[in-house]
């Protein structure tokens, strides 16, 4: 009988990763074919630079991505094929689609740039072999020497003298429409302009300690995390900060599925996720032009604006050995990087930061292809001792939350998702606080 029910599982669950993979693999070719799109988001934007954007599609990038997707579709079935799927495959999965895939294909389609297409590839190469590898290995955890209480208690209290010093300095924020660029670009120029400490601890408070005061107490007090979800919000007002905002309505569906989905697991959000990319590639595909507000900032900005990032640093580092030393902003990284002989256009296009710079062209800007091979074997050291740290929490939705802010590395190095993000401050705290399971 137990015999029987073992087959019925494993059949099902073989099933259900058959399906990921062809929603998979139709994701590949929507988002190709909805690239030629993108200049109809720059015309409305008024950015001027569709120079650096050519759609191309020709029987050889035909041939090109017939290749990708028999190669990735084999790729997402190992993955997948991890009994059961932890916290590490998950994320990597989500990168896979939203990151890797996008950055080789926009640089096919695009710019015909294979060293893209080679600088991901070795990621990826090394990441799968690291996998593997660790797969085989135990951590060690050291011993847990604080309380649970009390450490969400000090959170908490960071939490009060963030938001007392925002109402004293700045007041209210004003609300308005992240659809709405031109208000979301005024209000950011006049944003506010915090000192040193709070520029972090407002960071570390959204993409961190507000995310695990949710997952903390979706079990204990509902109420609570769904307020905080609405705190996210509240605090990405403040200079129009879109990304808190749609975290924090993400956190909401994701309260929601918790809800009415106690057995969930990360194979269900996989297929669920994958699925919303392909319709909204699809809708990008038929309608982006039409509804460019809405699509420009969840398609265009989400998966399309990393990819050309990624392809416009890449070419620049190979051209200009002379200034292969990284493109950070951090503080203390600033005087390893030469930002002073950046192309004009790229601050002029993203104005921003680390001007949207994923953890793959850091790497390829300070250490060329090995940077490449390093990043993939240090990014899956980190996912999986998360995944080993994350143990006690037994929901595999609570996993997700807690470890969300690796999600910013899509935009910035993995030196700003541990610090300025709190990636670091999760791991502190899970190795020697002790959890309540």
Same mark, same amino acid.
């Given at each position: 009988?137990?015999?029987?029910?073992?087959?019925?599982?494993?059949l099902?669950?073989t099933k259900v990763?058959?399906?990921i993979?062809?929603?998979?693999?139709l994701?590949i070719?929507?988002?190709?074919?909805s690239l030629?799109?993108v200049?109809?988001?720059y015309?409305?934007?008024s950015y001027?630079?569709n120079?650096?954007?050519?759609?191309? =599609?020709s029987?050889?990038?035909?041939?090109?991505?017939?290749l990708?997707t028999?190669?990735?579709?084999?790729?997402?079935?190992?993955?997948?094929?991890?009994?059961?799927i932890?916290?590490?495959?998950?994320?990597?999965?989500?990168?896979l689609i939203?990151y890797i895939?996008?950055?080789?294909?926009?640089?096919?389609i695009?710019?015909r740039?294979f060293?893209v297409?080679w600088?991901n590839a070795l990621?990826?190469?090394?990441?799968?072999?690291s996998?593997?590898i660790?797969?085989k290995?135990?951590f060690?955890k050291?011993?847990s020497?604080?309380?649970?209480?009390?450490a969400e208690?000090?959170l908490?209290?960071?939490?009060?003298?963030?938001?007392?010093?925002?109402?004293?300095?700045?007041g209210?924020?004003?609300f308005?429409s992240?659809f709405d660029?031109k =208000?979301?670009s005024?209000? #950011?120029?006049d944003?506010?302009n915090?000192p040193v400490?709070?520029?972090?601890?407002?960071?570390?408070?959204?993409a961190?300690i507000?995310?695990?005061l949710i997952?903390l107490?979706?079990n204990r007090?509902?109420?609570k995390s769904?307020?905080?979800?609405?705190f996210?919000v509240?605090?990405g007002?403040?200079?129009?900060?879109r990304g808190?905002?749609?975290?924090?309505?993400t956190f909401l569906f994701?309260?929601?599925l918790f809800k009415?989905?106690?057995k969930?697991?990360?194979?269900?959000?996989?297929l669920?996720?994958?699925i919303? =990319?392909?319709?909204?590639s699809f809708?990008?595909t =038929?309608?982006l032009e039409?509804?460019?507000?809405?699509y420009?900032?969840i398609y265009?900005?989400?998966?399309?604006?990393p990819a050309?990032?990624?392809?416009?640093w890449?070419?620049?580092?190979?051209k200009?050995t002379?200034?292969f #030393?990284?493109i950070?902003?951090m503080?203390?990284?600033?005087?390893?990087?030469?930002?002073?002989?950046y192309?004009?256009?790229f601050?002029?296009i993203?104005?921003m930061g680390?001007?949207?710079?994923g953890?793959i062209?850091?790497?390829?800007?300070r250490?060329g292809?090995?940077?490449s091979l390093f990043m993939?074997?240090?990014?899956?050291?980190?996912l999986?001792y998360?995944?080993f740290l994350?143990k006690p929490?037994?929901?595999?939705l609570?996993k997700i939350v807690?470890s969300s802010q690796?999600?910013?590395?899509?935009?910035?190095?993995?030196?700003?998702v541990l610090?300025?993000?709190?990636?670091i401050?999760?791991?502190?705290?899970?190795?020697?606080?002790h959890?309540e399971?």
């Amino acid at each position: 009988m137990q015999e029987n029910s073992r087959r019925q599982f494993i059949l099902k669950k073989t099933k259900v990763d058959f399906i990921i993979s062809s929603f998979f693999s139709l994701f590949i070719w929507l988002y190709s074919f909805s690239l030629e799109k993108v200049s109809f988001v720059y015309s409305k934007y008024s950015y001027g630079y569709n120079t650096y954007f050519n759609f191309h =599609m020709s029987s050889e990038v035909i041939i090109h991505l017939i290749l990708i997707t028999t190669v990735f579709f084999f790729i997402l079935l190992f993955l997948l094929n991890s009994r059961p799927i932890g916290l590490c495959e998950f994320w990597y999965v989500i990168f896979l689609i939203i990151y890797i895939l996008p950055n080789i294909l926009f640089a096919i389609i695009s710019s015909r740039n294979f060293l893209v297409v080679w600088v991901n590839a070795l990621f990826v190469l090394s990441s799968i072999f690291s996998i593997w590898i660790l797969g085989k290995f135990n951590f060690i955890k050291i011993k847990s020497i604080l309380n649970q209480k009390k450490a969400e208690f000090f959170l908490m209290f960071l939490l009060v003298v963030l938001v007392l010093f925002l109402l004293g300095k700045y007041g209210f924020p004003k609300f308005v429409s992240i659809f709405d660029s031109k =208000m979301v670009s005024a209000l #950011r120029t006049d944003g506010p302009n915090l000192p040193v400490f709070f520029g972090y601890l407002y960071n570390i408070a959204i993409a961190s300690i507000l995310p695990l005061l949710i997952a903390l107490n979706i079990n204990r007090n509902f109420i609570k995390s769904f307020f905080l979800c609405f705190f996210i919000v509240f605090l990405g007002m403040y200079g129009a900060n879109r990304g808190p905002v749609l975290i924090g309505l993400t956190f909401l569906f994701i309260l929601i599925l918790f809800k009415f989905l106690k057995k969930f697991n990360f194979q269900i959000f996989i297929l669920i996720f994958i699925i919303i =990319m392909v319709f909204l590639s699809f809708f990008a595909t =038929m309608h982006l032009e039409k509804s460019v507000d809405i699509y420009g900032l969840i398609y265009w900005r989400t998966i399309v604006i990393p990819a050309q990032a990624t392809d416009l640093w890449i070419s620049y580092f190979s051209k200009n050995t002379e200034d292969f #030393r990284g493109i950070s902003d951090m503080l203390f990284l600033k005087a390893f990087s030469n930002s002073i002989n950046y192309p004009v256009f790229f601050k002029n296009i993203y104005r921003m930061g680390n001007l949207n710079a994923g953890f793959i062209s850091e790497s390829y800007s300070r250490f060329g292809l090995f940077g490449s091979l390093f990043m993939g074997a240090l990014f899956i050291f980190i996912l999986k001792y998360l995944d080993f740290l994350l143990k006690p929490l037994k929901n595999d939705l609570i996993k997700i939350v807690v470890s969300s802010q690796i999600i910013y590395a899509l935009n910035v190095e993995l030196s700003v998702v541990l610090l300025t993000k709190g990636l670091i401050l999760i791991i502190i705290f899970f190795s020697i606080v002790h959890v309540e399971k």
